[in-house]
């Protein structure tokens, strides 16, 4: 039985020719970047090359991009380093942000650290830029503005430079975790007033444990990790040789047909809309299903059903992968804090559904058919 993966806000299918690119460094050229022979020195020109291609990518400097362990090493930088570092007192954020973001930040009001200040959010997972401004206005502190790209759950945008630009206006800095949308939108750094984002290699086809922060050049922090002088006195510990170059390989192979696969998996999204919409009464979706939302993602709400806790086992004994709520908290008992925030019903079941270059409409009618089936053959209560 062939898998069919709509899972991939979690994690990706690593691309062919990153393997190949990544390869070299997993065999041959084994040196360790800080050593001064040609063994190490041909490492470190790797990490230098990767460095300098992410950075083009992004319209950055190689300066302010730092090679991390991935998109949560990244977040936990930016925040707690603003608050040693930069002397922020005050972090806005909001209820549906990655728990790389919120239980960090949770974190740091539980030392007594920084005070957190929670933004609204409407049943799409918006915020109110009006609200964001009237908060900036009264502050009186140091103050750091952490607002995800697109939530990893329900997909919702969020506008990045408006609020970049807020902040800038009142003298704040900006955070932004941009790891479901580096490598699916092109960003411009150049365009965007912001302090810090962060990313992860494997949700664009890329290696997993391995990320990057961008930190713009003036903004100067000290580094989360300490240890040896690797990136640049930023971060301790010998370099992801082969996941650095791997990461920036697949950046790069994004960008080159970003629009084109734009396209196409916006065009899947949409046809699972459609069809799932035509099959099972009462269908709603959690958050937008057009362009204010993630082209990637569709967090399904189904109609109350005496085995809707089953549904994951269900389309897991199809061969089907897909996620309730976050991958991120599996294994956890706790609801998901998105859904919560924005008032979606307990009583309905929450599948997210998440798509990549590599699916087909085949494999959505296959879902189609296995969700059909099930609203067929029990009863509904």
């Known amino acids: 039985m062939k898998t069919i993966y709509l899972d991939n806000a979690a994690t990706t299918f690593v691309s062919p020719e990153v393997v190949e690119a990544m390869l070299p460094y997993l065999k041959e050229e084994y040196g360790n970047p800080s050593s001064i022979h040609q063994l190490g020195n041909r490492t470190r020109v790797a990490i230098e090359q990767a460095r300098k291609k992410v950075a083009e990518l992004l319209n950055a400097h190689p300066s302010e991009i730092f090679f991390t362990s991935g998109g949560t090493e990244a977040d936990n930088t930016a925040l707690v380093q603003s608050v040693l570092d930069l002397g922020v007192k005050v972090i806005i954020s909001t209820p549906i942000e990655h728990h790389a973001v919120e239980h960090t930040i949770h974190s740091l009001e539980k030392r007594g650290w920084i005070k957190a200040v929670w933004l609204s959010v409407n049943q799409y997972g918006q915020i109110d830029l009006d609200e964001l401004e009237s908060i900036l206005k009264q502050q009186k502190e140091k103050t750091l503005v952490s607002i995800m790209h697109a939530n990893n759950e329900i997909g919702t945008l969020n506008p990045i430079k408006r609020i970049g630009e807020l902040c800038k206006e009142y003298n704040a800095y900006f955070h932004s975790d941009t790891v479901q949308t580096v490598g699916h939108f092109k960003i411009d750094l150049q365009n965007i007033p912001v302090d810090f984002i962060a990313a992860s290699a494997h949700k664009f086809h890329g290696p997993k444990g391995v990320g990057f922060i961008y930190i713009n050049r003036n903004t100067k922090i000290n580094p989360f990790i300490n240890g040896g002088a690797q990136e640049r006195n930023m971060r301790g510990g010998t370099e992801n040789v082969a996941g650095i170059v791997g990461l920036a390989k697949a950046l790069e192979l994004t960008y080159q047909h970003l629009e084109e696969d734009m396209k196409f998996i916006s065009s899947l999204k949409s046809y699972m809309v459609q069809r799932l919409s035509e099959v099972i009464p009462d269908m709603q979706f959690n958050g937008y299903t057009n362009e204010k939302a993630l082209y990637t993602v569709l967090n399904c709400s189904f109609p109350p059903h005496p085995q809707g806790m089953m549904f994951l086992y269900k389309l897991d004994i199809a061969g089907i992968c897909a996620s309730a709520g976050s991958a991120c908290s599996s294994g956890s008992n706790v609801g998901s804090h998105v859904l919560k925030a924005i008032g979606a019903p307990s ?35």
């Open 347 to 381: 009583d309905r079941h929450a599948i997210r559904f998440s798509f990549s270059k590599y699916n087909t409409k085949e494999e959505l009618d296959k879902v189609v058919e296995v969700m059909t089936e099930i609203y067929s053959n029990v009863k509904v209560s």
